[in-house]
């Protein structure tokens, strides 16, 4: 089968190779895959500035239907369309796992990084990890599943939004706009979503596709002062990270009203950025760090789904089969596009 791989370490080393179909084991499904979106991670990985073991399948954004399905697997059959958390390796024993938080296991060896991923014709999975796609959905619609299940699990499951609440999310890629649509479904008041020039072209006129009440480029307009005039001088209820640029992760703290909440969800180049410790403190600011989503985010994030209060198809911009997997990272890491899916299995084994 065809299979875009992270052949070696360092930047580049990418290409679609012939690999084999791989054997599912006994509690593991075979599925085939028909979609898979480009997430920030892949280009991460494509610049070698993401952890991963080399060589691998790239690609954790699936979609598929099962075509095999090991010996000691119960409920799933043949054809069954499915999507699948990122937990491959988690030890079901740890007290992470046993809280139902496999996503934080130390055993976790992630699809995509650790162990071959979706850019592929099949993928192997474990079946506890899989999730039913409802039927009104498409695959290219499926695959957009495990970004937003990021934005629930951070945004609704760790911060929580309550009606009232003026929400601000700094960072317009694709878990931004979900996260901003999100809090909006979740009774927000007025949600605030920045980008920058970069964004002009297609992430910022989305946000205002999408209905976002007030959509802001950080590059024109003040925010600190546009934040105040909306909230009475007060600062946001909750405000969201999800750019990743170190200016925003201090600035969070300071755009937070006063025991307002903090979510931390983008991932900056660095591992240390100076932040307004004592400003945050003074402000009993809740503070909290969120990357990956567990079963309830899945399962919440495609009922949004079914239930049309999010739309996945508004943010897949671009479809393209995987031999045009170079044009797709291209058209992610300009910001031309907001997700970009591409379609393994378009072209037949
Ligand atoms: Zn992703
Ligand atoms: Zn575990």
New binding site residues.
Partial sequence: MRALVKTDRGPGHLEVREVPIPQPRPDEVLIRVHACGICGSDLKIQDDQHPYSPPVVIGHEFAGEIAGVGADVAGWVLGDRVVSEQHTG?????R??LTGN?FA????RAPGYWVDGGFAEFIRVPAWLLHRIPDSLSFIEAAFTEPSAVAVHGVLERIGIAPEDVVLVLGCGPIGLVAARMAQVAGASRVIITGTDRDEKARLPKARELGIDQVVNVERDDLAVLVADLTGGEGADVVIELSGAPAAVAQCFRLARRLGRVGIIGQPPTDEIAIPYREALFRALAVSFSYSSKYTSWERALSLFARGAVIPSQFVTHVLPLREWKQGFDFSRSGDAVKVVLEPSQEGV
Avoid at 90 to 94: N, Q, T, V
Avoid at 105 to 108: D, I, L, R, V, Y
């Fill in positions: 988690a030890c079901g024993r740890c992470q796992c496999a296991c130390a055993s976790k």
